[in-house]
T-cell receptor
Framework: DSGVTQTPKHLITATGQRVTLRCSPR?????VYWYQQSLDQGLQFLIQ???????AKGNILERFSAQQFPDLHSELNLSSLELGDSALYFC?????????????FGDGTRLSIL | TQLLEQSPQFLSIQEGENLTVYCNSS?????LQWYRQEPGEGPVLLVT?????EVKKLKRLTFQFGDARKDSSLHITAAQPGDTGLYLC????????????FGTGTRLKVLA
């Protein structure tokens, strides 16, 4: 058990819809990372938040947004969903803002777009 | 754009055999991490290497960071079925957009 909690575990929705994925980091961790994993693209870094502020941005589409709340949990919002957004979405957390620190991953949210 | 290329992509071996997985880049990394991922789960961190030439051992797993910090390897001695999984190297970029990138992955299957 990594201590990182992601909800929901599975999500099925239709094209054009909007969903919110939630992540609770390990106790004491200040950074939250979001990743997308698909068969053809592998694990792709989307965005990092550190102590409530955006720290680094990766391959995140404009239709996607994230935020980290004062209690340090984070949400990833995906809108105008397309078939290609079907993937596993992982959240990870680490103690500090440095990407050299170990990251601890949740078990992911599997998003299926019909 | 910094990339991490892993080889081989797939590996199927018998229990007791040794194997090496490679992670290569044309760019320098300040650190590299190795993860193992099993189906339906998130990646689990195995090790972080930071210093060029560094060697770290984790039971039957030996990790090495290249002298120039552009490559790394993972050697497994006497592989066991429990070693089956997807092995990923990863690290923070040091040029261009600052982000965390994963290698292309090596899918290992150890047969009993």
């Amino acid at each position: 058990d990594s201590g990182v909690t992601q909800t929901p575990k599975h999500l099925i929705t239709a094209t054009g819809q909007r969903v919110t994925l939630r992540c609770s980091p390990r106790s004491g961790d200040l950074s939250v990372y979001w990743y997308q994993q698909s068969l053809d693209q592998g694990l792709q870094f989307l965005i990092q938040y550190y102590n409530g502020e955006e720290r680094a941005k990766g391959n995140i589409l404009e239709r996607f947004s994230a935020q980290q709340f004062p209690d340090l949990h984070s949400e990833l919002n995906l809108s105008s969903l397309e078939l290609g957004d079907s993937a596993l979405y992982f959240c990870a957390s680490s103690v500090s803002g440095s990407m050299n620190q170990p990251q601890h991953f949740g078990d992911g949210t599997r998003l299926s777009i019909l | 754009t910094q990339l991490l290329e892993q080889s081989p992509q797939f590996l199927s071996i018998q229990e007791g055999e040794n194997l090496t997985v490679y992670c290569n880049s044309s760019s320098v990394f300040s650190s590299l991490q190795w993860y193992r991922q099993e189906p339906g789960e998130g990646p689990v961190l195995l090790v972080t290497v930071v210093t060029g030439g560094e060697v770290k051992k984790l039971k039957r797993l030996t990790f090495q960071f290249g002298d120039a910090r552009k490559d790394s390897s993972l050697h497994i001695t006497a592989a066991q079925p429990g070693d089956t999984g997807l092995y990923l190297c990863a690290g923070p970029t040091t040029s261009g957009t600052y982000k965390y990138i994963f290698g292309t992955g090596t899918r290992l299957k150890v047969l009993a």
